[in-house]
């Protein structure tokens, strides 16, 4: 079972390889972006750890439910609103039980991508964030380790894609040929989860 605290730390883990990742993200936003991906993470994620450090927040839910109104309220720009629907429709989807089973995430991250997918108007091969969690949710069935590989390589998926949505599609076929920028920090999310799972 997972409890409150393997959610702790999934968004801690995530906040430290944002922090990690933060000057990668901002290159691969550079070419394809206006070079702030890294940064506009870096700021929400950090907002996310101090809340939760300060919140008593206690069920899966509603840990990411916090994080998700924080990313929506810190991150400028299409990734925050993204990235916090994700986290509060995932929780939303939890309710508030104290512990969840590992179907249950995975349940409940299949509504939060399908959060982002309703609100970003995106599919996968658009190459956005979407082509790291589709098939990331669909590998959790296998397990944490499977999940973090198929985000892995879903945002590696994304370099020879043409960008159909976001700042990136304005660029046409230019978009060709560069990694997306919300792909590699879908997979660093999902890799959280399996750092959360290993500690
Ligand atoms: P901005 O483009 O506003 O500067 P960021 O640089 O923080 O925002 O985030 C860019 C990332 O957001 C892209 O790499 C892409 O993965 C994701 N993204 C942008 N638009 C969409 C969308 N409509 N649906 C899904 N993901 C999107
Ligand atoms: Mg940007
Ligand atoms: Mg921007």
Do not use: C
Request: no cysteine; net charge negative; aromatic share 4%.
């Amino acid at each position: 079972m997972l409890d409150a605290d393997f959610f702790r730390r999934w968004m801690a883990a995530t906040a430290a390889s944002v922090d990690r990742e933060a000057e990668r993200l901002t290159a691969l936003d550079s070419p394809i972006g206006d070079a702030d991906h890294g940064s506009n993470l870096q700021r929400g994620f950090t907002a996310v750890r101090a809340t939760l450090e300060k919140d008593a927040a206690d069920t899966p839910g509603a840990i990411l439910v916090l994080a998700g109104r924080q990313l929506i309220s810190t991150v400028g720009g299409a990734s925050g609103p993204l990235y916090g629907t994700l986290l509060r429709r995932t929780g939303k989807a939890l309710g508030d039980a104290p512990e969840v089973t590992e179907e249950q995430l995975a349940e409940a991250l299949r509504a939060g991508v399908e959060g982002v997918m309703t609100l970003g108007g995106a599919a996968p091969g658009d190459k956005t964030m979407v082509d790291a969690l589709v098939p990331a949710v669909d590998a959790l069935r296998d397990g944490f380790a499977a999940a973090r590989t198929a985000a892995e390589q879903g945002a590696e998926a994304t370099t020879p894609l043409q960008a159909r949505k976001g700042r990136a599609s304005y660029l046409g076929e230019r978009s060709i040929g560069h990694q997306d920028p919300g792909a590699t920090s879908s997979a660093l999310l999902i890799a959280g989860l399996a750092e959360a799972a290993e500690a």
